[in-house]
């Protein structure tokens, strides 16, 4: 008996048939929630400061962190397979990745972020079927009254993801060379982390830190356990209404324009023009995306995450920043390489 063909069906056969095509990436991708926070999991019960001196089982992990047997094994078998740690036997032991960025007590620690996934990260991005049919944020992390809380926490987990990146930038700038005082504007200053390493590359720097009222109380704790009190003076409001001073010689924006989105983020870089004095240089870090919005990844993924805190925010290309900054009167838009997710953006004043 004659058949009618199932083009799905034959479809599927063909797929199936294909060694260049399996179905393992989208498998992998439906599980990819597990990952960070198995990595937060490992962070907050200790498992790699624990391994930092010297491999262990995993009755000796459990007795060092005091965190069941059973829970360590399963996630510590996942960090194997995504070789944040190695296995031999029955001893656990930490890979170069994870002893360099994911051992707290190192200046190099990156997994402050990780603490931030299960309770703010994650519960937000729980939203996006919403907010993509809508629009609009499932909540806004740029606007002062709900994004204190949230930043004020935030901002010194994220200081190590910066301070390579602002060392880079202090080398770079050579600000001990320069006669006289430095006067740099730090804007959105977070932790402090820019005007902190410009602070430290040269004694005549003094940092103008801006940013809301709630955050400078950290920045102030940050600058302190760095000795660098006398060499700052904090500025507390908005962007777009708080006192910049002017004259400076350096204005840094430290991954602030993403939140901000196009039209603020223009405004914003009027301001910053009006603050610097004659041939002064802004420096802007940014996730940057390429002019055709095709990667890199993490650049992308940040869009969206933008999309789902934020509500004007996105990531841009150095093209579209370079276009704001000529706008604004910069000259010499350029990038510099260095040790962030991104190249920074440079560009002077006349």
Request: proline residues 5%; without cysteine; aromatic residues 8%.
């Amino acid at each position: 008996m004659a058949t009618i063909a199932d083009p799905a069906a034959n479809k599927a056969a063909e797929t199936s048939a294909s060694p260049h095509v399996t179905p393992e990436r989208i498998l992998q991708m439906t599980w990819g929630y597990a990952v960070p926070l198995v990595l937060e999991a490992a962070v907050r019960h200790r498992v790699f400061d624990v391994l930092d001196s010297g491999p262990m089982t995993l009755s000796e992990v459990a007795a060092a962190t005091g965190a069941s047997e059973r829970g360590l094994a399963g996630i510590m078998n996942v960090l194997v397979g995504f070789e944040f740690l190695s296995k031999d036997g029955d001893t656990y032991a930490l890979t170069a990745e994870s002893s360099a960025f994911l051992v707290s007590t190192k200046p190099s620690f990156q997994g402050g972020i990780l603490r931030h996934a299960s309770q703010q990260l994650i519960p937000a991005w729980l939203h996006l079927n919403e907010v993509v049919a809508t629009g609009r944020p499932a909540h806004a992390v740029n606007d002062e009254q709900k994004g204190k809380e949230f930043f004020a926490e935030f901002v010194n987990d994220i200081f190590p993801m910066s301070y390579p990146a602002a060392q880079d930038l202090a080398q770079h700038l050579r600000l001990d060379l320069m006669s006289g005082p430095v006067s740099v504007l730090d804007l959105a200053t977070g932790s402090g982390v820019w005007g902190i390493a410009l602070a430290q590359s040269a004694p005549q720097v003094r940092v103008r830190a801006v940013d809301w009222p709630d955050v400078l109380k950290v920045t102030a704790g940050t600058v302190g356990r760095f000795g660098l009190t006398d060499r700052f003076t904090f500025a507390a409001g908005d962007l777009h209404v708080a006192d910049f001073g002017s004259g400076h010689q350096v204005a840094t924006l430290g991954h602030i324009l993403h939140s901000e989105g196009e039209e603020r983020s223009r405004k914003l870089l009027a301001r910053t023009f009006e603050a610097l004095a004659p041939g002064g240089t802004i420096a802007i870090a940014e996730f940057l995306v390429n002019a055709e919005r095709t990667g890199p990844v993490n650049g992308l993924i940040f869009a969206v995450n933008m999309i789902v805190n934020t509500e004007n925010g996105n990531t841009y290309s150095f093209e579209e920043i370079s276009g704001w900054l000529r706008e604004a009167g910069f000259v010499e838009a350029r990038t510099l390489p260095g040790r962030g997710p991104s190249p920074m953006i440079l560009a002077s004043k006349p």
